[in-house]
């Protein structure tokens, strides 16, 4: 069975920084792509970045420059570091992976930008 935990998320104040974590299991992590998506109140889902097995990279227009994301394979878990954190960066943020055409989503982790 697929899972994908994240954690890291919490209040922090404009400027700051997060480093969020998602560890998967259930599946062989190694070979498929991880996103971040985020999802602010009243407004849709959408992507933050994303990771290929090859490392390559592509970002959301809105965090390039402040957000990398990463991954360790050894531990099966995708990273999102999160910089020069604003107020519209507020969300809750989901790790997502597609496997054999399923999207697979964990619970979310809050994230708020505020002094």
């Not at 959408?46 to 990279?57: N, Q």
């Not at 619970?107 to 708020?112: A, L, R, S």
Request: charged share 20%; hydrophobic share 30%; glycine share 12%.
């Amino acid at each position: 069975q697929v899972q994908l935990v994240e954690s890291g998320g919490g209040l922090v104040q404009p400027g700051g920084s997060l480093r969020l974590s998602c560890a998967g299991s259930g599946y062989f992590f190694t070979i498929y792509t991880m996103k971040w998506y985020r999802q602010a109140p009243g407004k849709e889902r959408e992507l933050v970045a994303s990771i290929r097995s090859d490392g390559s990279r592509n970002y959301a227009d809105s965090v390039k420059g402040r957000f990398t994301i990463s991954r360790d394979n050894a531990a099966n878990t995708v990273y999102l570091q999160m910089n020069s954190l604003k107020p519209e960066d507020t969300a809750a943020y989901y790790c997502n992976t597609r496997i054999r055409g399923t999207e697979h989503w964990g619970q979310g982790t809050q994230v708020t930008v505020s002094s």
